[in-house]
């Protein structure tokens, strides 16, 4: 955002142009001080210097800024206008504005080079920071709620609160797991030849049946075990050992057992499993439970392994909602059980003409692969919606790509925004905090109207409610009345 020390230069700096009749690059000027300001500790405009230019033009401005190459004369025009106003206002002293001049004639030959660079690319970086999960370069992101209240019981109602799909482990690993369950080394099950079926049945009679305490040692944790395994699964994520702790002492008080005492015992009966300070259900447990559901008449689905799906299933999978663990997993044997040609060929096909979250998903998997992907990759520079994420792809990789337009790259950041829609409506805060930091420039959200993308006046209206800086949030609002507009003619 904006500061102080800018806001008065830039007004200064108005008013040396009018005065001298010179044409001033006003918003350019702001966005050099403001970068300046916020990477290379320059805290008021006598801290520019010769080398404040190389930093700001060769590196941050290509990282940051959406910018064409051929746009690099009126960012280095901008910052001349910078120099000679520093100069005539005897900011800096002459001998420093003619190096900083030196510098500029420099400079000016190369910046086009670091604006096309595709180690620079700016674009990628900047926006897909403000979305979090879903960059190019960070692991996949999973759509999920946040964590509900361990306190609050789900309604007792059957059906009244479906029940998430769960992922069930193969039998012969469910098998296995039982041989290693302390209590089932006390405690038999049954030799009927069905052992998961009586492994079921115990774990019914653990959770519906007065156990008096014998389970955890309090009758009132006892009493309650059902509706904390019952969130448990429905969470189907670990959650913080606190929470737990929490909701036993809304159950059973100062007075009841201790918080590890309880997970121990949870433990040794093979239901509960440890993982540094969080905890969740075992898929023994999960299994049971399931098996429990279905004996009290409920709807309780099971998740299909992602990894057998085509590329559409994978997807639509993902986006369901899948702990980040077996998102992970099942996107590795998903790929594994492809060539990266084919990968990308089925992903890419998956992903034209779908919505932008489907679509970054898909990208973010076909990040994952290799230069031998290539062909399948420019079978999609024709697709209008691929055609950028495709450039990207190519020049990210040192490949001969073609380069982006204004236009396209005015598109795709809108795309990438439309992306973290859903991340941002869930934390609009953490939005904010990441917009203000590494955000669109105001001269770029004003030019997003003309974008023939589907979710651009929904993209400008949450930059219009997130952005923390006044003038660009209004601009922003402004832009979106423009899309608006043009859509309803």
């Not at 559409?312 to 059980?337: F, N, Y």
Request: aromatic letters at 6%; glycine letters at 6%.
């Amino acid at each position: 955002m904006s500061i102080e020390w800018v806001n008065q230069a830039i007004d200064d700096l108005r008013a040396w142009g009018r005065a001298r009749e010179v044409e001033v690059d006003a918003d350019e000027v702001r966005l050099l001080c403001d970068y300046a300001s916020d990477y290379l500790n320059v805290n008021e405009l006598g801290d520019f210097a010769p080398e404040t230019f190389d930093e700001l033009l060769l590196s941050i401005y290509p990282r940051k800024v959406i910018a064409p190459p051929e746009s690099a004369p009126e960012t280095i025009a901008a910052a001349r206008s910078l120099v000679d106003y520093l100069s005539e206002a005897g900011v800096v002293p002459e001998e420093r504005a003619a190096r900083m001049r030196e510098r500029l004639n420099d400079i000016e030959p190369r910046m086009p080079e670091a604006l096309a660079d595709p180690a620079n690319f700016g674009m990628a970086k900047s926006l897909f920071s403000s979305i979090g999960p879903e960059s190019l370069e960070q692991s996949i992101a999973i759509p999920s709620g946040e964590l509900p209240d361990l306190g609050e019981a789900p309604c007792d109602c059957p059906g009244c609160a479906p029940l998430p799909a769960a992922r069930l482990a193969p039998p012969e690993e469910l098998l296995a797991a039982l041989r290693t369950v302390p209590m089932l080394k006390e405690r038999p099950l049954p030799s009927t030849g069905e052992p998961l079926r009586e492994w079921a049945e115990t774990v019914g009679r653990i959770l519906d049946r007065d156990t008096r305490g014998a389970i955890t040692g309090s009758t009132e944790v006892d009493e309650g075990l059902y509706d904390l395994f019952d969130m448990l699964y429905r969470l189907q994520v670990r959650v913080p050992v606190t929470v737990i702790g929490d909701y036993l002492d809304e159950i059973a008080g100062d007075g009841g057992p201790g918080l590890a005492a309880v997970l121990d015992r949870l433990a040794w009966c093979g239901l509960v499993t440890m993982d540094g300070d969080d905890a969740e259900l075992t898929p023994l447990a999960v299994w049971a439970l399931r098996e429990h559901y279905l004996s009290l008449g409920l709807d309780a689905p099971q998740a299909p392994d992602l990894a057998e799906a085509d590329a559409r299933g994978l997807i639509e999978g993902l986006l369901e909602g899948v702990p980040a663990e077996l998102a992970e997993d099942d996107i590795s044997r998903w790929l594994t059980g492809r060539t990266a040609g084919e990968a990308a060929g089925e992903l890419l096909a998956a992903a034209s003409g779908a919505p932008a979250v489907a679509r970054g998903i898909a990208i973010t998997i076909v990040d994952r692969l290799g230069a031998e992907a290539a062909p399948q990759v420019r079978d999609y520079l024709d697709d209008q919606e691929l055609r950028p994420h495709a450039i990207h792809w190519l020049a990210a990789r040192g490949l001969p790509a073609p380069q982006l337009t204004q236009e396209e790259l005015l598109w795709v950041s809108v795309d990438m925004l439309a992306l973290a829609m859903p991340a941002a409506e869930e934390a609009p805060e953490i939005f904010a905090e990441n917009m203000a930091a590494s955000g669109p420039p105001a001269h770029l959200i004003e030019e997003m109207w003309r974008v023939d993308h589907p979710d651009v006046v929904e993209v400008l209206e949450l930059l219009g409610r997130s952005i923390p800086d006044t003038t660009v949030a209004k601009a922003a609002r402004k832009a979106a009345f423009k899309a608006r507009s043009r859509a309803i003619r």
